[in-house]
C-alpha cells in the first residue's frame, strides 16, 4: 500500500470562483423562460384560483379561504363516516381477514412461517409412520386384491 498524501488527494470543497454577473443574468433569464405561466399553476394546485370573488379584494381571499376550508371540513367528515363504519378486529378476524395472533405486527410474518413450518413437519411425521399396504391388509382395513389408494 501506498501513503496517501495531501498532495495526491483532490481537494473538495466550495468553488470558490465567481460566476460572472452577465452568466448569472443570462441563467437568470433562461430559468425565467422556462418558469410555467400562472394558470398552469393554478391548474397543479399551487397558486389558488382567484377568480371565485373577484369583485372586492380581500373578500375573494376571505371566500377562498372558506370555501378550502370547506372542503377540507367535507373531506374530514367522508373520513370520519368511513372510519365509524370500518369493522373491528374481532369481526376481522372471524372473517380470516387478520390473523388472529397477538403477536405484534413486526413479528407476524415470521410467527406464519414457523406456523407452516410446524406444520409441515407434522404431516411428515404422520406420513412417515403410516402404515404400509401389508399391515393395513393384516388389521383387516384392505382385502388382498384391493389396491390402496382407489
Do not use: F
Not at 37 to 57: F, G, M, S, Y
Not at 62 to 70: D, I, R, T
Not at 126 to 137: D, K
Amino acid at each position: 500500500m501506498s501513503a496517501v498524501t495531501d498532495e495526491t488527494m483532490p481537494k473538495l470543497g466550495v468553488d470558490e470562483a465567481s460566476i460572472s454577473p452577465i452568466e448569472r443574468r443570462n441563467s437568470l433569464e433562461k430559468h425565467l423562460q422556462h418558469r410555467p405561466d400562472a394558470q398552469e399553476l393554478k391548474n397543479r394546485h399551487i397558486l389558488l384560483d382567484t377568480n371565485a370573488a373577484p369583485l372586492v379584494v380581500g373578500v375573494g381571499r376571505a371566500l377562498q379561504a372558506k370555501q378550502v376550508e370547506l372542503e377540507r371540513q367535507q373531506h374530514s367528515d367522508s373520513l370520519r363516516k368511513h372510519l365509524e363504519k370500518r369493522p373491528d378486529r374481532e369481526d376481522l378476524i372471524e372473517r380470516n381477514i387478520l390473523p388472529e395472533s397477538q403477536a405484534a405486527p413486526s413479528l407476524q410474518a415470521s410467527q406464519k412461517s414457523l406456523e407452516r413450518h410446524m406444520k409441515a413437519d407434522q404431516l411428515e411425521h404422520q406420513l412417515q409412520r403410516r402404515p404400509t399396504a401389508e399391515e393395513l391388509v393384516k388389521q383387516g382395513i384392505l382385502e388382498e386384491n384391493e389396491e390402496p389408494g382407489k
